[in-house]
């Protein structure tokens, strides 16, 4: 199995930063794709930021130029440097990996989550 463990959560006033962190562990092959994905009460769940493997990144209209994606291929960690935060950024923050893992002699890919972390910005 593959735990992701998220940290860096809080209360922040409006302007400032957090950074959170996303740590995976566990049996697999190798980490593929790496995102941070939002939920506000009421709303959906929304792609924030995404990484790949290699580096590439994509980011959603609302965070680009304020929110940072990268990750530590050898610590197996993603990281989501937030600035500049608006109260509209209030939402519980979750990370996910694709996975590869071997079952006998074939490698499947699988997406995982993490458990969630709050981020409240205050106006």
């Known amino acids: 199995q593959v735990q992701l463990v998220e940290s860096g959560g809080g209360l922040v006033q409006a302007g400032g930063s957090l950074r959170l962190s996303c740590a995976a562990s566990g049996s697999f092959f190798s980490i593929n794709a790496m995102a941070w994905y939002r939920q506000a009460p009421g709303k959906q769940r929304e792609l924030v930021a995404g990484?790949?493997?290699?580096?590439?990144?994509n980011y959603a209209d609302s965070v680009k130029g304020r929110f940072t994606i990268s990750r530590d291929n050898a610590k197996n960690t993603v990281y989501l440097q937030m600035n500049n935060l608006k109260p509209e950024d209030t939402a519980v923050y979750y990370c996910?990996?694709?996975?590869?893992?071997?079952?006998?002699?074939?490698?499947?890919?699988?997406?995982?989550w993490g458990q969630g972390t709050q981020v409240t910005v205050s106006s």
């Open positions: 990484i790949t493997s290699g580096g590439d990144t």
């Open positions: 996910s990996a694709d996975v590869s893992r071997l079952v006998l002699t074939s490698k499947y890919e699988y997406r995982y």
